[in-house]
């Protein structure tokens, strides 16, 4: 089964595609975004739900999302149409990592697509070279909450824990102004709604072809939760500024 169905069913219930409640993610946006005419760009936007919230609260704010998924950016075309955003938003369907903008922008975002460019800090890196003079990043990324076993590296990266993952970015360069460590509830509501959400879609469509195939990654990806990393991943938000204009 195609990875971006399975990707867009399980996010059915929970469009932020990251481990964060609605209050979690208006108060990120509160934060990173500097004044209600800003340009915001976000680095692997999936199907834009963090612009699209941010569009709707900032009506002069405009919006350039860029994602490798056509499914998901087509998804996010039509919600910002039902939502009267669309004439503000722009969105490329390209590499993230490969990106270039004639123009900077006031926020750069990046939740969950660091693999994209091949960890932390060079997703900073990127995110750097958008941002206009006075601009804030956010970032969303995981670090190890407890020791994680081998399977649980292999599976979801080499992060490290949260006070050396902080660390790093400070050595970088940045200063934290805002920051958000998911809550057991948060990481968990995921989960379940990633997992819950495909397995009904499953449920309740059994002639579909791909319905057997989406019980089992439900079932996969349950298991993965629960057996290798519920114990051990974390997952913090940050916004930064740069530490030297
Ligand atoms: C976990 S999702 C996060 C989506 C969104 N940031 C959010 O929090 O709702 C990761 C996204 O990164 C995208 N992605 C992965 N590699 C990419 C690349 N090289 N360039 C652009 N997007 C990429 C995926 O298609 C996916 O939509």
Same mark, same amino acid.
């Given at each position: ?16 595609? =990251? ?7 208006r ?11 800003? $340009? ?11 612009l699209? *919230?941010?569009?709707?609260?900032? &009506? ?9 998924? %056509? ?8 919600r ?7 004439? *503000? ?35 900073? #890196? ?6 206009? &003079?006075?601009? $804030?990043?956010?970032? @969303?990324? @995981?670090?190890?909450? @407890? %020791?994680?076993?081998?399977? #649980? ?14 660390d790093?970015?400070?050595?970088? @360069? ?9 809550? *057991?509830? %948060? ?5 379940? =709604?990633?997992?819950?959400s ?7 469509? &059994?002639?579909? &072809?791909?319905?057997?195939? #989406? ?31």
């Amino acid at each position: 089964m195609n990875r971006d169905r399975i990707s867009r069913l399980a996010h059915a219930d929970h469009p932020i595609a =990251s481990p964060l409640d609605d209050d979690a993610v208006r108060l990120l946006l509160d934060q990173v975004i500097p004044r209600e005419d800003a $340009r915001v760009l976000d680095l692997g936007c999936g199907s834009a739900e963090w612009l699209l *919230r941010a569009l709707q609260a900032n &009506p002069r704010l405009h919006a350039e999302g860029v994602d490798l998924s %056509e499914a998901s950016l087509a998804e996010a075309r039509d919600r910002a149409r039902a939502l009267g955003v669309a004439d *503000r938003l722009t969105l490329h369907h390209e590499d993230a990592a490969a990106f270039t903008a004639a123009q900077p922008f006031d926020a750069v975002l990046s939740s969950g697509a660091t693999h994209a460019f091949g960890g932390l800090l060079p997703t900073l #890196a990127a995110a750097r070279k958008h941002l206009a &003079p006075g601009g $804030r990043v956010l970032i @969303g990324d @995981g670090f190890w909450e @407890g %020791e994680p076993s081998p399977e #649980a590296v292999a599976m979801l990266g080499d992060f490290a824990d949260l006070a050396t993952t902080v660390d790093r970015v400070v050595a970088d @360069g940045w200063t934290p102004v805002h920051g958000h460590v998911s809550t *057991r509830r %948060e990481l968990d509501h995921y989960e379940w =709604s990633w997992t819950g959400s495909l397995a009904s879609w499953a449920l309740d469509h &059994p002639a579909d &072809p791909d319905s057997a195939d #989406a019980l089992a990654a439900s079932t996969t990806h349950r298991d993965e939760w629960l057996k290798v990393y519920r114990d051990c991943f974390g997952f913090v938000c940050l916004v930064l500024r740069p530490t030297s204009a």
